[in-house]
């Protein structure tokens, strides 16, 4: 079976930290483009992360500097590295694995079709 598991999430500051991870099961994600994305309430689901099966990075203006996505194709993980927390950084994120095995990535969410259930981040004081 084809799986994405995400963890990691949970409460932070204002300008604190959370590292969130993912592992996949049932395909090889070093041969896909893996993003991270978030949705929170009432807002639609955006990207904030992609690498690709090259290890090409992309971010949204909104993510760039403060988090960093990387891979450990051994493990069959994307991690999620968050830093300078803000309010607004609030939402689910989700792991999800682009629809074909690509040397690029992007931040698109119609372009991924295997999701992980998501994981909470709250960011308040």
């Known amino acids: 079976e084809v799986q994405i598991v995400e963890s990691g999430g949970g409460l932070a500051q204002p300008g604190g930290s959370l590292r969130l991870s993912c592992v996949a099961s049932g395909f090889r994600m070093g041969l896909y483009p893996i993003g991270w994305f978030r949705q929170a309430p009432g807002k639609e689901r955006e990207g904030v992360a992609c690498i690709s099966s090259d290890e090409l990075t992309y971010y949204p203006d909104s993510a760039k500097g403060r988090f960093t996505i990387s891979r450990d194709n051994a493990k069959n993980t994307v991690a999620l590295q968050m830093n300078s927390l803000k309010r607004e950084d609030t939402a689910v994120y989700f792991c999800?694995?682009?629809?074909?095995?690509?040397?690029?990535?992007?931040?698109?969410?119609?372009?991924?079709?295997?999701w992980g259930q998501g994981t909470q981040v709250t960011v308040s004081s």
């Open positions: 999800a694995r682009y629809r074909r095995p690509a040397t690029y990535g992007t931040i698109f969410v119609e372009e991924y079709n295997i």
